[in-house]
C-alpha cells in the first residue's frame, strides 16, 4: 500500500496585491500573508505593523488545490531540511547538532577550511559516508514520481533544493536546482575544476576518519594527503562543491532559479516554512505574480494528501 507522505498544511491563490496602508490585508490566510509580507517587504521595503490577525487559519481546501494542481503546466517545488531529517539526514544545525564540538557553520566557512582544511575535510567525509545508510523517504518518491507522471504529460515539475545529499536524484528526480551544490562534487582550488566524485573514501588519507563523537581525536591529515585535484597538470587542494556560510550562490544556479520561478504557475513549498529561507527567498518572488504557493510538511502518518 502507498501511503501518501505529504500532508497540506495551507495554502492560498494569491490574488494580485499590491500594497495599501492600513488596510486589513484583502483576507489572505496567514502562511499566505506571510509569503505576502516577505514579498511585499522586498519589493516595497515597507513594513506592515497593522495586518488583522483575522482568518489567520491556514486553507488546508484538498479540492481547490487539486484543481489548481490539475490544472499546472510548470510547477516548482521548494524542499529544505525536514525533507532530508526524515531520511535520517544529520544537518549539524540546531540542538545537538553538533560533529565533534562544532555546529555546521563553524566547519562550513572558507575561513575554517583556509586554517584547517584536513578537520573540514574530516567532516565532509563523514557526511560522505553516512549517505550510504540514507534513502530517499517518501517526499523524495512522491515528488520524483510527480515529475516522471506530469513529464509523461508535457507538463513541467522542478525541485529547486537547499538540500546537498542527493536524495531527490536518487529518488528518481531529474530537474533539480541544488542551491548549496552537493556533497558528492568537488571544486579544486587552483584551477576551479568542478568534478562529480563518489569515491569511498575519497582519499586514502581519510580511510575510518570523521568520527563525530566529541572524543574523536582530530586527524591532522598534511595538506598533500587531502583530495587533490586529478587533473596531471594541477594537484591542487580540493574542496567539497557547496556553498559554505559567508560565500554567495552560484550565478548560474541563480539565473536557472530565477527563470523557473518566473515561469512556474505553482509553487509547492515541502519540507520547509514558505517564511525560512530558501522558500522566503523564492516564494514571493512567485505569489507576487499571483501565482498559488502551496506549503506541505512532512508526516510520519498517513496524510491526507498527495500530488493529485
Ligand atoms: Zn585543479
Redesign the pocket.
Known amino acids: 500500500m502507498r501511503q501518501n507522505p505529504v500532508l497540506l498544511l495551507g495554502w492560498s491563490i494569491h490574488s494580485r496585491f499590491r500594497y495599501q496602508p492600513n488596510r486589513t490585508y484583502l483576507g489572505l490566510h496567514y502562511r499566505s500573508k506571510a509569503v505576502a509580507y516577505t514579498g511585499l517587504l522586498a519589493v516595497t521595503k515597507k513594513v506592515f505593523l497593522n495586518m488583522s490577525q483575522e482568518n489567520s487559519r491556514p486553507s488546508s481546501d484538498m479540492t481547490k488545490f487539486r484543481e489548481c494542481f490539475s490544472k499546472a503546466k510548470h510547477i516548482v517545488v521548494l524542499t529544505g531540511a525536514g525533507v532530508s531529517a526524515e531520511s535520517g539526514v544529520p544537518t549539524f544545525r540546531g540542538a545537538g547538532g553538533l560533529w565533534r564540538k562544532w555546529k555546521a557553520q563553524e566547519l562550513a566557512s572558507p575561513e575554517a577550511f583556509a586554517s584547517n582544511p584536513s578537520l573540514v575535510w574530516e567532516f565532509y567525509h563523514y557526511r560522505r559516508e553516512v549517505m550510504s545508510s540514507k534513502h530517499p523517504n517518501p517526499a523524495h518518491v512522491a515528488i520524483a514520481e510527480c515529475e516522471k507522471r506530469l513529464k509523461a504529460q508535457g507538463r513541467r515539475v522542478v525541485v529547486i533544493t537547499q538540500n546537498i545529499d542527493e536524495l531527490h536524484k536518487r529518488a528518481g528526480s531529474e530537474n533539480i536546482l541544488e542551491l548549496h551544490g552537493n556533497l558528492f562534487t568537488t571544486r579544486?582550488t587552483?584551477?576551479g575544476?568542478v568534478s562529480v566524485n563518489k569515491e569511498s573514501p575519497i582519499c586514502p588519507a581519510l580511510a575510518g576518519k570523521g568520527e563525530p563523537s566529541p572524543n574523536a581525536v582530530d586527524a591532522k591529515i598534511p595538506v598533500e594527503k587531502l583530495p587533490r585535484?586529478k587533473?596531471a597538470d594541477?594537484k591542487?587542494l580540493l574542496r567539497p562543491h557547496v556553498v559554505w556560510f559567508g560565500e554567495g550562490l552560484d550565478r548560474e544556479v541563480l539565473r536557472q532559479t530565477s527563470e523557473e520561478l518566473d515561469n512556474c504557475d505553482l509553487c509547492l513549498v515541502v519540507g520547509t516554512s514558505s517564511v525560512v529561507y530558501p522558500a522566503a527567498m523564492f516564494a514571493p518572488q512567485v505569489a507576487f505574480r499571483g501565482v498559488p504557493v502551496a506549503e506541505f510538511n512532512i508526516e510520519e502518518t498517513p496524510a491526507t494528501s498527495s500530488f493529485g
Open positions: 579544486c587552483k584551477c575544476d585535484c587533473k594541477c591542487g
